[in-house]
C-alpha cells in the first residue's frame, strides 16, 4: 500500500539541507559511506591496476574488551577528522583511534548493570556521528541496554545538556508495561538529519516467543543539542491512525517487534528518512493479528524533522516467514527510459530489489499483487497476494521445485528427491505447516529461508553508474509449527528452527551457495553474477563428488561489500579470510588476498595525508582476538588519493 505523499514545495529541489554539512573529500562519516548507504567512496589511489600492491599497513586488535564477540563485531568504522570511531566488546565500548597509525586516542564505558548484561542483543554495528560545521563533533551511540548517548567527539566525554548529563534513557516513552532487561535494545546505529537524531530498535529472536503480548520497536526522533523527544512513529499503527485497521481484532493492543532493526538511511536535501521496517510479533505464525499489519515489512518514508509520514509501501502483508526489510535501502539517482529518477532501492531476504522513487513513493517499474499459496494452520489467515517487482529479477533462488535440488551424479539426484520428498515443496511465499500434517511431512522446505536471500550486508551501489550490488545466500529453511502451550501463550510457534535439509553432507540446493549479483537500475537488468567466496574444504573433499569440478560452489556467507570509483571490495565473509577485488563491469577477480580472519564488519575506505587505506574488521579466528585490519598500498609507492569533488 501507498500513500502518495502531499505536494512539495520547489525550493526542496533546489537548496541543500539548511544546516548540514558537507562531508570532505575522503572521509566516511555514515555507517554506509553517506547517508544514502551506497557504501561509496570516489576515491581510488588504490586501483586495478596497483591493488596486487595492497599490504597490511596497522592492525588494532580488541584483546581486552570483555567477552569474546566473534559473530557479533559488525561493526563499520566511522572516519572524520582524521580519527576512526567505532565499537568494540560486548559492552560496546565506543573507541577512537588515529587513522594513520591505529593508535587508540580514547575510550568511552557506559557500565548498564543488568540492563546491560542481559540485553538482548550483543551485535552491533557502530555509531553515529555529527558535527555543525563550525567544530563542534559528537559520537552517538545505542548501549546494548537501550540508552542513547552523546559524546565529544575529540574527548569522549559526555556532552552535559544531552539527556541526564548525555543520557537518554530509550525506554522511556514506551507504551506498554513489559519492559525489562533482554526485551528491546538495538544492532544498528543511529543515523542524524537535520539535527535530529533518529533511533530504530531491535527485539528477540521471534520463530518461538514466549508470549504474543511483546513491546513495539517504534521509530523515534531526538534533537541533537538537548536530547529531547521531538517525535514518534508508531510502526504499529494506533487508533485514529492511517493503517490500525490492517490490525483486526484490536491486535495492535498487544502485537510487538515491527521495529527497525537494520541501519536507516536519509536524504538530506529532501529532509526524509527511509525505514526498513521488520513484521510484527512472531516470524512464523500470525494468528494472533490478523489483517495485513501496518506497517510490518514496511518501506516507510519520513520527514526527519517531524516524523510524519511522507509514503510508504508494504513489502509483505501479513508476513508469516519471518521476511524482515533486513538492510538499509539505497538511495541514488537513475535515469529509466530517459526520465531522471531520485529512486530508493530495497534489497530483502525474499531476493527481491523493490525500486522506487523516493519522493513520490511510485515504483520505478511496475509492482504486481499476485496470487500466492494460502495457510491451512488452523486460525491463520494469510493474505492472498503478496507484491512482486516485475524489476530486476530476483537476485537468489526463490522458492522449490525438482530442477532446484543438486544433482551432481545420479546417486545424489536419487537422494535428493527422496529426502525432498519429506517436505512441502512450493514457489516463493508458500506458507509454513503444522509438523507432521499434509501427509506426515515434516514442514515446508522455504527458500530464501528466515536468514534471507540479503540481510543485514545490505547491498552496495556505483552512483554514477546507477548499478547496485547484493550480496546474499542460498539457504533454506524448514518451517514448521507445534503448539506448546508450555513454551508460549501463542497457538503455534516454530517447531525447534530446523535448518535446510541435507543430501550427503551437501545442501539440498544448486550452487553457488554464496553470490554476489550487479543490478543495473537505469534499465531493471541484471548485469552479472558470481559465487561469493571459496568452496569449502568439506565440499571439495566430499567422496560424493569425486571427479566433479566445484570451483565455483562458492560459500554459504554474504560479502559486505565496499564500491570505489574503480572497483568492488568484496571479503568473503564468515568463513573465508578472502578479500577480493573486482572488476565492477564484469564481475571479474582482478585480486585476492588472505586477511588474518574473516570478515565479520563491513569493510569502509578513507583518505589521509594523500594515502588511501580500507578498513575492515575480522574475527572468528580460533585463538586470536577479533581486530580492525587497516590496508593500504606501501607508504610513497603511488600517487596522492584523488578527492571527492564535493
Same mark, same amino acid.
Given at each position: 500500500?501507498?500513500?502518495?505523499?502531499?505536494?512539495?514545495?520547489?525550493?526542496?529541489?533546489?537548496?541543500?539541507?539548511?544546516?548540514?554539512?558537507?562531508?570532505?573529500?575522503?572521509?566516511?562519516?555514515?555507517?554506509?559511506?553517506?547517508?544514502?548507504?551506497?557504501?561509496?567512496?570516489?576515491?581510488?589511489?588504490?586501483?586495478?591496476?596497483?591493488?596486487?600492491?595492497?599490504?597490511?599497513?596497522?592492525?588494532?586488535?580488541?584483546?581486552?574488551?570483555?567477552?569474546?564477540?566473534?559473530?557479533?563485531?559488525?561493526?563499520?568504522?566511522?572516519?572524520?577528522?582524521?580519527?576512526?570511531?567505532?565499537? @568494540?566488546?560486548?559492552? +560496546? %565500548? /565506543? #573507541?577512537? =583511534?588515529? *587513522?594513520?597509525? $591505529?593508535?587508540?586516542?580514547?575510550?568511552?564505558?557506559?557500565?548498564?548493570?543488568?540492563?546491560?548484561?542481559?540485553?538482548?542483543?550483543?551485535?552491533?554495528?557502530?555509531?553515529?556521528?555529527?558535527?555543525?560545521?563550525?567544530?563542534?563533533?559528537?559520537?552517538?551511540?545505542?548501549?546494548?541496554?537501550?540508552?542513547?548517548?552523546?559524546?565529544?567527539?575529540?574527548?569522549?566525554?559526555?556532552?552535559?545538556?544531552?539527556?541526564?548529563?548525555?543520557?537518554?534513557?530509550?525506554?522511556?516513552?514506551?507504551?506498554?508495561?513489559?519492559?525489562?532487561?533482554?526485551?528491546?535494545?538495538?544492532?544498528?546505529? @543511529?543515523?542524524?538529519? +537535520? %539535527? /535530529? #537524531?533518529? =533511533?530504530? *530498535?531491535?527485539? $528477540?529472536?521471534?520463530?518461538?516467543?514466549?508470549?504474543?503480548?511483546?513491546?513495539?520497536?517504534?521509530?523515534?526522533?531526538?534533537?541533537?543539542?538537548?536530547?529531547?523527544?521531538?517525535?514518534?512513529?508508531?510502526?504499529?499503527?494506533?487508533?485514529?491512525?492511517?493503517?490500525?485497521?490492517?490490525?483486526?481484532?484490536?491486535?495492535?493492543?498487544?502485537?510487538?517487534?515491527?521495529?527497525?532493526?537494520?541501519?536507516?538511511?536519509?536524504?538530506?536535501?529532501?529532509?526524509?528518512?527511509?525505514?526498513?521496517?521488520?513484521?510484527?510479533?512472531?516470524?512464523?505464525?500470525?494468528?494472533?493479528?490478523?489483517?495485513?499489519?501496518?506497517?510490518? %515489512?514496511?518501506?516507510?518514508?519520513?520527514?526527519?524533522?517531524?516524523?510524519?509520514?511522507?509514503?510508504?509501501?508494504?513489502?509483505?502483508?501479513?508476513?508469516?516467514?519471518?521476511?524482515?526489510?533486513?538492510?538499509?535501502?539505497?538511495?541514488?539517482?537513475?535515469?529509466?527510459?530517459?526520465?531522471?529518477?531520485?529512486?530508493?532501492?530495497?534489497?530483502?531476504?525474499?531476493?527481491?530489489?523493490?525500486?522506487?522513487?523516493?519522493?513520490?513513493?511510485?515504483?520505478?517499474?511496475?509492482?504486481?499483487?499476485?496470487?500466492?499459496?494460502?495457510?491451512?494452520?488452523?486460525?491463520?489467515?494469510?493474505?492472498?497476494?503478496?507484491?512482486?517487482?516485475?524489476?530486476?529479477?530476483?537476485?537468489?533462488?526463490?522458492?522449490?521445485?525438482?530442477?532446484?535440488?543438486?544433482?551432481?551424479?545420479?546417486?545424489?539426484?536419487?537422494?535428493?528427491?527422496?529426502?525432498?520428498?519429506?517436505?512441502?515443496?512450493?514457489?516463493?511465499?508458500?506458507?509454513?505447516?503444522?509438523?507432521?500434517?499434509?501427509?506426515?511431512?515434516?514442514?515446508?522446505?522455504?527458500?530464501?529461508?528466515?536468514?534471507?536471500?540479503?540481510?543485514?550486508?545490505?547491498?552496495?551501489?556505483?552512483?554514477?553508474?546507477?548499478?547496485?550490488?547484493?550480496?546474499?545466500?542460498?539457504?533454506?529453511?524448514?518451517?514448521?509449527?507445534?503448539?506448546?502451550?508450555?513454551?508460549?501463550?501463542?497457538?503455534?510457534?516454530?517447531?525447534?528452527?530446523?535448518?535446510?535439509?541435507?543430501?550427503?553432507?551437501?545442501?539440498?540446493?544448486?550452487?553457488?551457495?554464496?553470490?554476489?549479483?550487479?543490478?543495473?537500475?537505469?534499465?531493471?537488468?541484471?548485469?552479472?553474477?558470481?559465487?561469493?567466496?571459496?568452496?569449502?574444504?568439506?565440499?571439495?573433499?566430499?567422496?560424493?563428488?569425486?571427479?566433479?569440478?566445484?570451483?565455483?560452489?562458492?560459500?554459504?556467507?554474504?560479502?559486505?561489500?565496499?564500491?570505489?570509483?574503480?572497483?568492488?571490495?568484496?571479503?568473503?565473509?564468515?568463513?573465508?579470510?578472502?578479500?577480493?577485488?573486482?572488476?565492477?563491469?564484469?564481475?571479474?577477480?582482478?585480486?585476492?588476498?588472505?586477511?588474518?580472519?574473516?570478515?565479520?564488519?563491513?569493510?569502509?575506505?578513507?583518505?589521509?595525508?594523500?594515502?588511501?587505506?580500507?578498513?575492515?574488521?575480522?574475527?572468528?579466528?580460533?585463538?586470536?582476538?577479533?581486530?580492525?585490519?587497516?590496508?593500504?598500498?606501501?607508504?610513497?609507492?603511488?600517487?596522492?588519493?584523488?578527492?571527492?569533488?564535493?
Amino acid at each position: 500500500m501507498r500513500l502518495s505523499p502531499s505536494r512539495l514545495p520547489l525550493l526542496i529541489f533546489l537548496l541543500a539541507a539548511l544546516g548540514s554539512a558537507q562531508k570532505p573529500a575522503g572521509e566516511w562519516r555514515y555507517y554506509g559511506s553517506d547517508a544514502q548507504s551506497t557504501k561509496y567512496s570516489p576515491l581510488d589511489q588504490i586501483n586495478k591496476d596497483n591493488v596486487k600492491n595492497l599490504q597490511v599497513a596497522w592492525q588494532w586488535k580488541a584483546d581486552n574488551f570483555g567477552p569474546r564477540m566473534d559473530a557479533n563485531w559488525e561493526v563499520t568504522p566511522l572516519m572524520a577528522g582524521g580519527v576512526l570511531y567505532f565499537t @568494540a566488546g560486548t559492552r +560496546r %565500548d /565506543v #573507541v577512537a =583511534v588515529d *587513522a594513520v597509525t $591505529g593508535e587508540t586516542l580514547w575510550l568511552y564505558r557506559y557500565d548498564e548493570g543488568e540492563r546491560g548484561a542481559r540485553a538482548v542483543r550483543f551485535n552491533n554495528r557502530g555509531v553515529a556521528y555529527w558535527n555543525d560545521g563550525h567544530g563542534d563533533e559528537r559520537i552517538l551511540l545505542i548501549s546494548p541496554g537501550y540508552h542513547l548517548i552523546e559524546l565529544n567527539a575529540k574527548t569522549g566525554t559526555p556532552i552535559p545538556a544531552f539527556g541526564a548529563s548525555g543520557i537518554v534513557d530509550l525506554w522511556t516513552g514506551l507504551d506498554r508495561d513489559n519492559i525489562q532487561p533482554g526485551v528491546i535494545g538495538a544492532t544498528s546505529p @543511529a543515523i542524524v538529519v +537535520r %539535527d /535530529v #537524531v533518529i =533511533v530504530g *530498535a531491535a527485539l $528477540g529472536v521471534g520463530a518461538a516467543p514466549r508470549t504474543k503480548e511483546t513491546v513495539p520497536g517504534y521509530v523515534r526522533g531526538y534533537d541533537i543539542h538537548s536530547g529531547k523527544l521531538l517525535w514518534t512513529f508508531h510502526t504499529i499503527a494506533q487508533p485514529g491512525e492511517f493503517g490500525n485497521e490492517t490490525w483486526e481484532q484490536d491486535s495492535w493492543k498487544y502485537t510487538g517487534n515491527t521495529a527497525v532493526w537494520a541501519p536507516l538511511s536519509a536524504d538530506e536535501d529532501l529532509g526524509y528518512v527511509y525505514l526498513p521496517v521488520e513484521m510484527p510479533t512472531g516470524d512464523v505464525y500470525g494468528g494472533h493479528r490478523p489483517g495485513n499489519n501496518l506497517f510490518g %515489512d514496511s518501506l516507510v518514508c519520513l520527514d526527519a524533522r517531524t516524523g510524519q509520514r511522507i509514503w510508504h509501501y508494504q513489502i509483505v502483508h501479513h508476513d508469516m516467514w519471518d521476511y524482515d526489510n533486513p538492510a538499509a535501502p539505497v538511495l541514488l539517482d537513475l535515469t529509466v527510459n530517459g526520465k531522471q529518477i531520485r529512486a530508493v532501492a530495497q534489497v530483502t531476504k525474499q531476493a527481491f530489489t523493490y525500486v522506487f522513487d523516493r519522493v513520490t513513493g511510485q515504483p520505478v517499474w511496475p509492482i504486481e499483487e499476485r496470487p500466492v499459496p494460502q495457510s491451512d494452520v488452523p486460525g491463520e489467515k494469510s493474505s492472498p497476494t503478496q507484491p512482486f517487482p516485475t524489476k530486476p529479477p530476483a537476485f537468489d533462488r526463490q522458492g522449490v521445485t525438482e530442477s532446484d535440488l543438486i544433482g551432481f551424479t545420479p546417486e545424489i539426484k536419487a537422494e535428493a528427491i527422496r529426502i525432498a520428498g519429506q517436505y512441502k515443496l512450493g514457489p516463493v511465499f508458500t506458507p509454513p505447516m503444522v509438523y507432521d500434517s499434509n501427509a506426515g511431512k515434516k514442514g515446508t522446505i522455504q527458500l530464501p529461508g528466515a536468514g534471507g536471500g540479503a540481510n543485514w550486508q545490505g547491498a552496495a551501489a556505483d552512483p554514477e553508474a546507477g548499478i547496485l550490488f547484493v550480496p546474499s545466500v542460498t539457504d533454506a529453511y524448514v518451517s514448521a509449527l507445534v503448539h506448546d502451550p508450555k513454551r508460549s501463550n501463542m497457538n503455534y510457534i516454530a517447531s525447534g528452527g530446523l535448518g535446510g535439509p541435507t543430501v550427503f553432507g551437501l545442501p539440498l540446493f544448486k550452487p553457488p551457495w554464496g553470490r554476489i549479483t550487479a543490478l543495473n537500475l537505469n534499465t531493471g537488468e541484471r548485469l552479472w553474477m558470481i559465487p561469493n567466496g571459496e568452496t569449502p574444504e568439506s565440499v571439495k573433499k566430499n567422496p560424493a563428488l569425486k571427479g566433479i569440478d566445484t570451483s565455483n560452489f562458492g560459500n554459504s556467507t554474504r560479502a559486505p561489500l565496499l564500491v570505489t570509483k574503480t572497483l568492488l571490495f568484496a571479503p568473503s565473509g564468515r568463513g573465508d579470510s578472502g578479500f577480493r577485488a573486482i572488476d565492477k563491469k564484469s564481475g571479474a577477480v582482478v585480486f585476492k588476498m588472505d586477511l588474518p580472519g574473516n570478515a565479520s564488519g563491513g569493510p569502509m575506505t578513507y583518505s589521509i595525508n594523500g594515502r588511501q587505506f580500507i578498513v575492515v574488521a575480522v574475527a572468528s579466528v580460533p585463538g586470536a582476538a577479533p581486530e580492525l585490519v587497516a590496508l593500504a598500498l606501501p607508504a610513497g609507492s603511488s600517487e596522492p588519493a584523488r578527492r571527492d569533488p564535493n
